[in-house]
């Protein structure tokens, strides 16, 4: 319930209509396309020259070959030069997941408050046990004990305990 409320007034933070993280994106992606040159072909596409790249923009299909723009929804740095050379507005092409609108719908309903467990009304019904474990695949593994007087692994790696060292150069 505090976090709906918190979240609510988050909301209310707000400056533009899409969210600060897009918002941030969106300022980043202005600021790298400054370093950009922008092609017309006179209908809906845009060629975008990014250094030795070249980018293909159809602001029509929301498309760009960088595909940045299609992953986040957030007009990339092509995108928002040729919003620019257009003359509109790049933020008015972000997708609707990141506007205030859909923000708020998804902390629109309140959870209600419940009672604590101990004022819940006592049941006669039957008591729910976890499940009874179930025998796993496989060997079952050994469950004796080894006495003391039992010798050890009489395979694989020996101990040297009792072995007299000796050096190899001198003896």
């Not at 600060?20 to 017309?40: G, H, T």
């Not at 039957?126 to 010798?151: A, Y």
Request: a positive charge.
């Amino acid at each position: 319930m505090d976090r709906n409320v918190e979240m609510r007034k988050f909301v209310d933070t707000w400056i533009p209509d899409i969210s600060p993280m897009a918002s941030l994106v969106l300022e980043e992606n202005k600021d790298y396309a400054r370093d950009c040159q922008v092609r017309f072909n006179g209908q809906f596409g845009y060629e975008i020259l990014d250094g030795h790249y070249r980018h293909i923009i159809d602001i029509r299909k929301k498309t760009c070959t960088c595909r940045t723009w299609q992953l986040r929804g957030i007009p990339c740095q092509h995108a928002v030069l040729a919003y620019q050379h257009a003359g509109q507005d790049p933020e008015d092409h972000v997708v609707h997941w990141y506007r205030k609108d859909t923000f708020m719908k998804a902390y629109n309903c309140f959870i209600q408050p419940i009672h604590n467990i101990e004022m819940w009304p006592h049941t006669s019904d039957i008591v729910i046990e976890p499940p009874e474990p179930k025998q796993m695949p496989g060997r079952p593994p050994k469950c004796r004990r080894k006495s003391k007087d039992e010798p050890r692994k009489k395979y694989g790696k020996l101990s040297r305990r009792g072995v007299k060292m000796t050096c190899s150069k001198c003896h």
